[in-house]
């Protein structure tokens, strides 16, 4: 009896895209990555002497940088100066067979190189141009060099974050940049769902300073309605308690939340102090808010004569939110994020087996791959351009002259 055919390969749902990924730290080449774990041709584009600065952030291992191994990852890697005429016409022919570019070079400047959004659309009409920015194409401080930690303080983060006698608080890792990358991503996909119905392109304009806005949460609304400010207040909500972060027995840490009233009870009678609930003010959360001090004390008194694993053990039964305050030691060896393969192992020529997040989701038909982790500076350049129809001479010569 003849063996069952194998089921065809599955196509990634973005195969067929290709990307050209121009920008630099982090916003933009984070979209494109994102674009590229899920089936996008990205072709990355770097100076030949300059390349993405991720490469050289943050630790390296034999000379290599690591942030760049999960940043560039599905990239194709070439080089190209954009500022000279030989790379202006490469780069214009590139354009003429992507379906995207990703930028975030200073407002004017891709049109000083007379690579805007008027000659980039000329040889391809339906290109979506993506513009990713500190503050946007325009407006006061449209110019001014951008970065994630801008946004930061000037999205209201920072002013909100913290205890309430210390001073604001900045996160210590790209927070700005990585919610305008899913953001990017997401605008990318909205401008390429239009291009169906219209069969054109257009520009994307993303400015860091506004998705982190959107996430705050109803600040404008509850300033504007209220004149509310909110203020820092550590680990504590102004929506809910008890709500912090509180040390075990064994010198460790847990996190409680109670957003829901009934976990809030549930709580309560775990930790002992069940005649709380019977209290007025227990039925609001924000009424609950303000006698944090009394909840606070209950919860970190009863936690603070249990070890870790007794208190989460404790509180699963009672069906009552809590997680572990866990380090990326803990995370790597965490069941659950084993459980979903987050963190998944890449084998790489450079440095063998990598482990690195995974991609972004979960897709029961068409799923995402990591194909291969960042490759070196300007690995791809002459398969690449060749693929346009240059010739190896043409390559070298673009070398000779310092265009890749």
Do not use: C
């Not at 980039?120 to 970065?147: C, D, I, K, M």
């Not at 219209?198 to 509850?222: F, H, K, N, R, S």
């Amino acid at each position: 009896m003849p063996e069952p055919a194998a089921p065809a390969p599955v196509s990634p749902p973005l195969t067929g895209l290709r990307v050209l990924d121009l920008a630099t730290l982090f916003a933009g080449p984070l979209a494109a990555t994102m674009l590229g774990d899920f089936g996008a041709e990205v072709i990355k584009v770097e100076h030949p002497t300059r390349p993405d600065p991720s490469r050289g952030h943050g630790p390296s291992k034999d000379g290599v940088g690591l942030w760049w191994k999960l940043l560039g990852r599905n990239k194709h890697t070439i080089t190209l100066d954009l500022s000279k005429p030989a790379g202006r016409t490469t780069l214009l022919r590139l354009a003429a067979t992507a379906d995207v570019v990703v930028e975030n070079f200073r407002p004017g400047t891709l049109e000083k190189w007379d690579l805007g959004w008027d000659e980039l659309s000329a040889v391809n009409p339906r290109l979506v141009l993506t513009r990713v920015t500190g503050f946007g194409q325009f407006g006061p401080y449209a110019r001014r060099p951008g970065f994630g930690t801008l946004a930061e303080a000037m999205s209201g983060f920072a002013a909100m974050t913290g205890e309430p006698d210390a001073p604001p608080t900045l996160p210590p890792f790209g927070l700005a940049d990585s919610i305008a990358a899913l953001a990017t991503a997401y605008a990318v996909m909205t401008a390429l769902a239009a291009r169906e119905r219209t069969g054109e392109g257009q520009v994307v304009d993303m400015a860091i300073i506004e998705p982190i806005l959107t996430v705050l949460g109803p600040q404008p609304l509850w300033y504007d309605q209220l004149g509310h400010v909110q203020p820092r207040t550590g680990n504590r909500s102004q929506n809910n308690a008890p709500r912090n972060t509180y040390r075990t027995a064994d010198g460790t840490w847990v996190a409680v939340s109670t957003s829901a009233q009934s976990v809030a009870e549930r709580v309560m009678r775990l930790v002992g102090r069940p005649e709380l609930i019977d209290e007025p003010w227990f039925a609001t959360g924000a009424d609950r808010a303000r006698h944090a001090d009394v909840l606070d004390a209950a919860v970190g008194d009863w936690i603070a004569r249990h070890g870790r694993a007794d208190v989460l053990a404790a509180f699963e039964k009672a069906e009552a939110a809590v997680a572990p305050v866990q380090d990326v030691r803990d995370v790597m060896s965490d069941p659950q994020y084993q459980a979903l393969d987050t963190v998944t192992t890449v084998d790489d020529p450079e440095l063998g087996p990598l482990r690195m997040q995974n991609v972004l989701f979960r897709l029961s038909a068409t799923p995402g791959a990591i194909r291969w982790a960042g490759r070196p500076h300007g690995a791809d350049t002459e398969e690449v351009l060749t693929g346009l129809g240059l010739t190896p001479a043409d390559v070298k010569e673009l070398r000779e002259e310092g265009v890749v």
